[in-house]
């Protein structure tokens, strides 16, 4: 059960701004997508499973079509030469898209500070929630999604078409007609 | 029960000349041979009758800048499960030509530890069905466990390394 | 078995120029069982030829993970390499720990008290155990049967507890020191250990059990499929269940015992035919038999100290180091990493989830190793993944590589 948003009630009608509506719908059915590589992967397990459930959360078809999903969660160590794959699971998602890069791997390298390893997933795509820990506790990832609902709640109906969201993914070289 | 004492004697009796440098470190005998002898060497000790070296338990190489002419090693453990008993076997190779057979034919699992030699110090194994990269990207063109070359990555720009201690 | 198809004459001048046989009009497809594997196993690439929904032959990419463990490991001192080790097998990483403790005390020459080894012994059982959960629950969940899985992960919970008694961390934990543990079981730790392994755990066990073990789905799925000879498993270098799953019963701690494995009785688990359906077994018989190696070290844990005192590489007590001078100066030398090691070389395997995971340290006298090389289990019988999926379909390929428990971060180290 979620509270409802500010609105103007009536008898059998309820009164409300569009992007307040979609804002709470879509805040509530996020569906992830578990890019588990490493470790995180295995507290994202412990997130499933029925102690710390994530399902509560409206996070409860986890799927690994990049299609269907809207919030992309990238646990573990992402290394150069995944990076492409990430990148192009990232176009292949349809707006609104979310990232949540998982674990300190995700975020800035973590520990490995190597030849191999990306330091951070932030160079290749952009990210909304970075979320510490290593690997963080699934207290902390339900924290990362629930600020992922946030951004949902609030988020303006235009911004994906915006100036300013163009701009940010033109930084990354993801153009439009490279969306598939 | 056969201990390192009655190795030494079989493999130092059959190979004389070919195998020396015999050392013992924490109970595991090993004894360098010439890249040539390799497969003969081997192919003894997991024939033999008595000594049966049935699994060959790992591959790796090793990189000593400091040996002149003979930089580049490539061990070899084995292990006899009958008999309880590890061997390790260690070939020297110039760092300009290291070139050494391939275990292959005898053991197939040394497939991808022989490939992972090669992706790290650039060991060339002949006779190996598919040598190439095959943990770092195919298009690098440095073999990085060597000791010259850094741990981290030269073009990263968001680690300033006066701040990181190096 | 990991070359794609080559040569291919589609003609007959073709098929005597390139000197193969002609091959049919085929109509082979591509699939691509990717990087993004939706069986959260961890991550390589495997490009399927298929004829129809057969396979006929794959080409494997592994090193998606690659975080060059072994160079980092020529920087750190030894007791930060610890850390490193958690990350191989994150599923069981205490037993990955205590391998490491174990070599460097070959190295250094020390012996650890009986206390210390018992307690390891106790932590590697109940990582072992964690292990075979989550892979035979995930055998599960990639056939189709979601709540086995929700079942054993409510056991690893309480498995995480009784870590975070001890370390302070759920799942990397970086557990023991080298020269014994950082700290004694205490005795919520104790009483968890017991709940755990007399009441709750064979409980749930038998019941997880229960829904596979004579299933009729399950069963048809996985008997029969990637069937693996006792000659091949030799040949590929498998270790672990897998291999005992072929029916050759090597284990490490009955071949070469450590940390006081000879006090213990316990049975090796073998299998028949080494398809799928006995590795699973396998693996479950050996929960059973690592719940009793814990029943027995619980029950006839001797007295005295956790670690072994050895002041030039185990930290002194906090108190006396505020009192003591000498320990004052012990403490100082071994953060700063003013303490040497001796030069020699030395190779330690312990039985790791999966299989031998050994370790083969050159020291040269520093505070870092001069050349630390991990003998992964995983990297060694993964390879024999294209042929044991030869011949098959893509639904008996996923089971194959679930029951091989392949862990990225142990393949790609």
Redesign the interface.
Known sequence: MTEAPPGYEGPGFFATSLDKLIGVARSNSLWPLPFATSCCGIEFMATMGAHYDISRFGAERPSFSPRQSDVLLVMGTIAKKMAPVVKQVYLQMAEPRWVVAVGACASSGGIFDTYSVLQGIDRVIPVDVYVPGCPPRPEQILDGLMQVQELAKNESLRRRNGEEYRALLESYNILEKDDR | MIDNQRLVEEIGGHFGEKVYRFEENFGILGFSTAPENLTEVVAFLKDHPVLKFNFLTDITGVHFPDNEGAELCSVYMMHSWENRIRVRIKVFLPIENPVVPSLTPLFKGANWMEREAFDFYGILYTGHPNLKRILNMEDMDYHPMRKEYALEDPTRRDKIDDLFGR | M??KNTLIARTQEEALALNVPLQEENNYTTLNL???H?A?H??FQNILTMDGERIVSSEMT???????F???A??RPFYQIT??T??MN??SSPINNMGWHMTVE??LEITVPKRAQYIRVIMMELARIADHL?CSSIMGVDTGAFSG??YV??E??KI?EIYEEMCGA???TNMGRIGGMERDLSPTAIKKIKDLVYHSLPKVFAEFEELFDRNRIFRDRTIGVGAVSRE?A????FTGPNLRAAGID?DVRV??PYSSYEDFEFDIPVGHNGDTYDRYKVRNAEVWESIKIVRQAIENLPEGPYYADEEHYYLPPKHSVYHNMEALIYHFKIVMGEIDAPV????H?VEGGNG?L?F?L?SDGGRAPF?L?F?RPC??????FGEMIKGGTVSDAVPIMSSLNVI??EL?A
């Open positions: 990991t070359e990717g990087p993004t939706p959260t961890g991550i592994v090193g998606y993970i690659h975080r060059a072994e160079k980092i020529e920087r850390t490193l958690d990350r994150y599923c070959k190295l989550i899985f929700l992960m409510q690893r919970e995480y759920r799942l990397t091949m030799m040949e590929y270098g090597y071949m070469e020699g070389e030395v190779y395997a031998e050994g083969y050159i050349r090389h003998r990297f060694i019988y993964y390879q024999a990225a971060g790609d």
